[in-house]
């Protein structure tokens, strides 16, 4: 079983980056398709990113060009650089981890382990 403790949200004005990180214990992200989601208040969740064995990568339409997602196997840590970030971005981001195999799909039901979240605030 893995856990997973986010980091690295904050707030910051349109336009501009943060990184978030999300730290994994008691098993290697390597073991994992790893997933970055979010939910803004007052809608559902969504997958923002996800990023299988092998470094495949998937992204929500509403990110592509804007995120990206890696990990560092030695760290044993998952990323995500969010850069020309939008208000609409604004929402608790969470790291997920899923033991299904093949490429990753941005469906919460298919991921097993969850962080508590980090909370991402843009402004206008």
């Known amino acids: 079983q893995v856990q997973l403790v986010e980091s690295g949200g904050g707030s910051v004005q349109a336009g501009g980056s943060l990184r978030l990180s999300c730290a994994a214990s008691?098993?290697?992200?390597?073991?994992?398709?790893m997933g970055w989601f979010r939910r803004a208040p007052g809608k559902e969740r969504e997958g923002v990113a996800g990023?299988?064995?092998?470094?495949?990568?998937s992204y929500a339409d509403s990110v592509k060009g804007r995120f990206t997602i890696s990990k560092d196997n030695a760290k044993n840590t998952l990323y995500l650089q969010m850069n020309s970030l939008k208000p609409e971005d604004t929402a608790m981001y969470y790291c997920?981890?899923?033991?299904?195999?093949?490429?990753?799909?941005?469906?919460?039901?298919?991921?097993?382990?969850w962080g508590q979240g980090t909370q991402v605030t843009v402004s206008s």
């Open positions: 997920a981890a899923s033991r299904s195999l093949g490429v990753p799909r941005l469906r919460a039901v298919e991921f097993d382990y």
């Open positions: 008691g098993s290697t992200v390597s073991n994992y398709i």
């Open positions: 990023i299988n064995r092998v470094g495949i990568t």
